[in-house]
T-cell receptor, first 112, second 119 residues
Framework: DAKTTQPTSMDCAEGRAANLPCNHS???????VYWYRQIHSQGPQYIIH???NNETNEMASLIITEDRKSSTLILPHATLRDTAVYYC?????????????FGKGTRLSVIA | GAVVSQHPSRVICKSGTSVKIECRSL??????MFWYRQFPKQSLMLMAT?????????EQGVEKDKFLINHASLTLSTLTVTSAHPEDSSFYIC???????????????FGPGTRLTVL
């Protein structure tokens, strides 16, 4: 059951900001928004997560709308190495044995 | 910290043979490990959840007698693909969950994956 909706693919010019949207209109009050990415032939890599406030770390920024029904992952200065599939996942934090469930994600291509 | 390793990184085997894939949490104890499978151009699909010292829980459609999972210690889980066939060729990824403490908000860490090719 898909709890998030993401565009299938996006392109971004190298050095520009990449803005990846995610819709999660059925998110519950205790569910966080997580972002992972998967570079080709590698395991998924954690990027960032948030509940309702905007978050920033060394990799990216996460902007969550006030109603929490959508969010945007921002890579401020995309490089060729950011080419990957980006997954937006909603789940309860520290939720025991509940695994991360991956949707289809957005395939981001950073172009020189 | 929070490193998960897998071995081997890639394996090629003949149809009918068995293949064992190891997943290790290198710097933390993993009470729960997850195994995923990923076919080309598709997303990760959860195969099973294993808890240290108990039997694994398999997702619907995953044959437990074909995909044997052993989670004998807090740092090691193994997936054995028995009597492998070409349709089992896939990218297998393990993930380990911490028992707390280490960056607990990011409690699921992924291995680099194992590419299995069955001839």
């Amino acid at each position: 059951d898909a709890k998030t909706t993401q565009p299938t693919s996006m392109d971004c010019a190298e050095g520009r900001a990449a803005n990846l949207p995610c819709n999660h209109s059925t998110i519950s009050g205790n569910e966080y928004v997580y972002w992972y990415r998967q570079i080709h032939s590698q395991g998924p890599q954690y990027i960032i997560h948030g509940l309702k406030n905007n978050e920033t770390n060394e990799m990216a920024s996460l902007i969550i709308t006030e109603d929490r029904k959508s969010s945007t992952l921002i890579l401020p200065h995309a490089t060729l190495r950011d080419t990957a599939v980006y997954y937006c996942i909603v789940r309860v934090a520290n939720s025991g044995n509940t695994p991360l469930v991956f949707g289809k994600g957005t395939r981001l291509s950073v172009i020189a | 910290g929070a490193v998960v390793s897998q071995h081997p990184s890639r394996v090629i085997c003949k149809s009918g043979t068995s293949v064992k894939i190891e997943c290790r949490s290198l710097d933390f104890q993993a009470t729960t490990m997850f195994w995923y499978r990923q076919f080309p151009k598709q997303s990760l699909m959860l195969m099973a959840t294993s808890n240290e010292g108990s039997k694994a829980t398999y997702e619907q459609g995953v044959e437990k007698d074909k995909f044997l999972i052993n989670h004998a210690s807090l740092t090691l889980s193994t997936l054995t693909v028995t009597s492998a066939h070409p349709e089992d060729s896939s990218f297998y990824i393990c993930s380990a969950r911490t028992s707390g403490g280490l960056r607990s908000y990011n409690e699921q860490f992924f291995g680099p994956g194992t590419r299995l090719t069955v001839l």
